[in-house]
């Protein structure tokens, strides 16, 4: 069965620093997706990436994927405290199937 | 546009005993998810509906857990009885046929003593 790994499992940064959390899959990407979690809440979507190569950004959050080494990375400029959360990726397994998620990276941002 | 909702939000329950979830999906979104997601995990899905059909339940612990969704609408989770184990959220997400965006409601904090 697929399995997404996370990476770092948390994470603390100064505001006003750049960061990067990866997420790696054991098979073949059908597309992924980034979720942004609060502590006890429901997801919130950010970004979804279907072909390799793709780089989508929000406002100060990009993310990229990388078919070939089965990765994607998510990145955060100038960090402040509203980036703080559990950011969690996901992935069908193929087309339309539910999401398969990595086990979150928790991230604070500290003044 | 309204979201996917859910109810309780929170709910505390001994062990042996049964619980129910409500999850009503955003309006026309005829894929309907239940998730279960226990501390420090990512979610990982119980079932899946399209439509009043059921697309996976794979992952359903059959013998304590049911769900329905009689009208193609909203949808009901139910655990007979409850295990320590079962402490979790349980998210509930909806997505249009053919999405590939999962939109998720704000979850249903399940602990159980």
């Known amino acids: 069965s697929q399995e997404l790994e996370q990476s770092p499992q948390s994470l603390i940064v100064q505001e006003g620093k750049n960061l990067t959390i990866n997420c790696t899959s054991s098979k073949t990407l059908y597309g992924l997706y980034w979720y942004k979690q609060k502590y006890g809440e429901g997801l919130i979507f950010l970004m979804m990436?279907?072909?390799?190569?793709e780089e989508k950004s929000h406002e100060k959050i990009t993310a990229k994927l990388d078919e070939k080494k089965q990765q994607s990375s998510l990145h955060i400029t100038a960090s402040q405290p509203s980036h703080a959360g559990i950011y969690l990726c996901?992935?069908?397994?193929?087309?339309?199937?539910?999401?398969?998620f990595g086990k979150g990276t928790r991230l604070s941002v500290i003044a | 546009e309204a979201g996917v909702a859910q109810s309780p939000r929170y709910k505390i329950i001994e062990k042996r005993q049964s619980v129910a979830f409500w999850c009503n999906p955003i309006?026309?979104?005829?894929?309907l998810y239940w998730y279960q997601q226990i501390l420090g995990q990512g979610p990982k899905l119980l079932i899946q509906f399209q439509n009043n059909g059921v697309v996976d339940d794979s992952q359903l612990p059959k013998d304590r857990f049911s769900a329905e969704r009689l009208k193609g609408v909203d949808s009901t989770l139910k655990i007979q009885p409850a295990k320590l184990e079962d402490s979790a959220v349980y998210l509930c997400a909806s997505s249009l046929p053919g999405g590939r965006e999962q939109f998720f409601g704000p979850g249903t904090r399940l602990t159980v003593l």
């Open positions: 309006s026309g979104h005829a894929t």
């Open positions: 996901g992935a069908p397994k193929s087309g339309n199937t539910p999401l398969v």
């Open positions: 990436l279907q072909k390799g190569g």
